[in-house]
């Protein structure tokens, strides 16, 4: 829940704490997901390169205001391992609102993650955001 409050709050700067300093994070569509091909139309490897595309969004806004709102449902623990880290999965909405236009539905799909704890958060260790579509909007640039 605090994930997608950082993003819709615009606060995208932030977006990288939810993350370990070795992570993986990419945004793939379903066709390639489904025949094993991790290609993402986003990959980010390690916190670093997450900090980097969040200063850029953050302070190189090149593109039309808008409001993100985030609805994640159907949360499944997959499978826990020893050493504590676990799997999930779970559905996601993405709807954009142009300052000077109507909400729309920018993306959907389900989300992949690796979670490991580390002192009393849980971090994203992998984040996988494999949406259901194969067009997309060419706008695509917060964080899923």
């Not at 615009?10 to 489904?34: K, M, S």
């Not at 090149?62 to 709102?69: I, T, V």
């Not at 704890?117 to 996988?128: C, K, T, V």
């Amino acid at each position: 829940a605090e994930y997608c409050a950082v993003l819709d709050a615009g606060e995208v700067e932030q977006w990288p704490e939810f993350f370990t300093d070795d992570a993986i994070y990419r945004i793939t569509a379903r066709e390639n997901a489904d025949a094993g091909m991790l290609v993402g139309l986003v990959y980010a490897e390690g916190k670093g390169m997450l900090q980097d595309r969040a200063v850029s969004i953050a302070r190189t806004q090149m593109f039309a205001p808008r409001y993100n709102l985030h609805v994640t449902g159907n949360v499944r623990v997959l499978a826990q391992q020893d050493d504590g880290e676990f799997r999930a999965q779970s559905s996601f909405i993405l709807l954009q609102t142009l300052v000077d236009g109507p909400t729309t539905l920018h993306l959907a799909g389900r989300y992949f993650d690796r979670f490991v704890r580390q002192g009393n958060r849980l971090l994203l260790r992998e984040r996988q955001a494999v949406y259901d579509t194969t067009m997309i909007a060419t706008d695509l640039v917060y964080p899923v």
